[in-house]
């Protein structure tokens, strides 16, 4: 049903579309007429999530990794994730961010060579660490770059690390448990 007046009943009048009114009416739902605006819609979403309970003490172990496959080269992805982690030490290091060998939104003075990692620090990134509490950790980021229809995989990572805690808290595996999770959405163009 297309709209052709207006009835403004409460002042005894009514506007015709087709002849009272002048020049491009905007389409207001967001159809094919809205050129004002270029919205990127979400082509697929992949997600995982973990509630395995992890203490580890590598300076380059990853926590969690995930792949997706774009349907075009000028597809954007964009990363959340959600990590529950233990609070009570001392990380003396980073987290990093990668697709492949690429690391993304490394910043630009970290901590204690951990050189490609989006987060560093000497100190935990709560001061409620006590070995009791497991807090999360969120984090996203926008993948600009990815500029292919392969399988992709990306994952995150600890980055010259002392010790870390994840869907844990530092007492023992039996103080607490959590879930992590980690999701990559493609963004069209």
Known sequence: MTLTTINLAALGQTVNLGTEVTGTLPTGNGGTGATSFAPGKIGQIVSTT?????YNTDAAFTL????????????????????????????????????GSTALGAVGNPHSGATNSFWSADNFF???????????????????????????????ATESFYS??????????????????????????
């Open 64 to 99: 969690m990794s995930l792949a997706i496959t774009p349907t075009a080269t000028s597809s954007n992805i964009f990363i959340q994730m959600n990590l529950m982690l233990g609070t009570g030490t001392n990380p003396n290091g980073g987290l990093k961010l990668q697709r």
């Open 126 to 156: 709560t001061d409620a660490g006590d070995d009791f509490t497991i807090s999360p950790f969120n984090y996203s980021f926008l993948d600009t770059a990815i500029s292919t229809t392969s399988a992709t995989t990306y994952f995150v």
């Open 164 to 189: 870390i805690y994840m869907n844990r808290c530092k007492d023992s595996t039996g103080a607490g448990n959590a879930r992590s999770t980690f999701t990559l959405m493609e963004v069209l163009a």
């Open 50 to 54: 973990t509630d395995t309970q992890i």
